[in-house]
């Protein structure tokens, strides 16, 4: 069975940092795209980061360009998201997200329908 399993959220107050991550099983992801998608209650799901296959792309929704990260693992099967400079507006679950048919970015990255593979998700939260 194909899993993305994501951890590390929690409770941090504005200002603080959280970095997730995305183990997979079941598939080797290490020669695909990866991403980061996000969704507060009410609202649809968002893009929030991608990166290629070796980590030498990537790309980020304009809310969070310079305060997140996106990296592959060593090993390329694991994602990681750093997210530094929190706001209360970053509150919601975050979903890591494969992409089995493609190993470089493209303008499709941020699209859900470009990923296959998705993990459960991690809550978020940020204190004012």
């Known amino acids: 069975q194909v899993q993305l399993i994501e951890s590390g959220g929690g409770l941090v107050q504005a200002g603080g940092s959280l970095r997730l991550s995305c183990a997979a099983s079941?598939?080797?992801?290490?020669?695909?795209?990866m991403a980061w998608f996000r969704q507060a209650p009410g609202k649809e799901r968002e893009f929030v980061a991608t990166v290629s296959w070796n980590g030498g792309s990537t790309y980020y929704a304009d809310s969070v360009k310079g305060r997140f990260t996106i990296s592959r693992g060593n090993a390329k099967n694991t994602g990681y998201l750093q997210m530094d400079s929190l706001k209360p507006e970053n509150t919601a679950v975050y979903y890591c997200?494969?992409?089995?048919?493609?190993?470089?970015?493209?303008?499709?990255?941020?699209?859900?329908?470009?990923?296959?593979?998705w993990g459960q998700g991690t809550q978020v939260t940020v204190s004012s």
């Open positions: 079941g598939r080797n992801f290490s020669t695909n795209v």
């Open positions: 997200a494969a992409d089995s048919a493609h190993y470089e970015i493209d303008s499709r990255s941020p699209r859900t329908y470009a990923y296959d593979y």
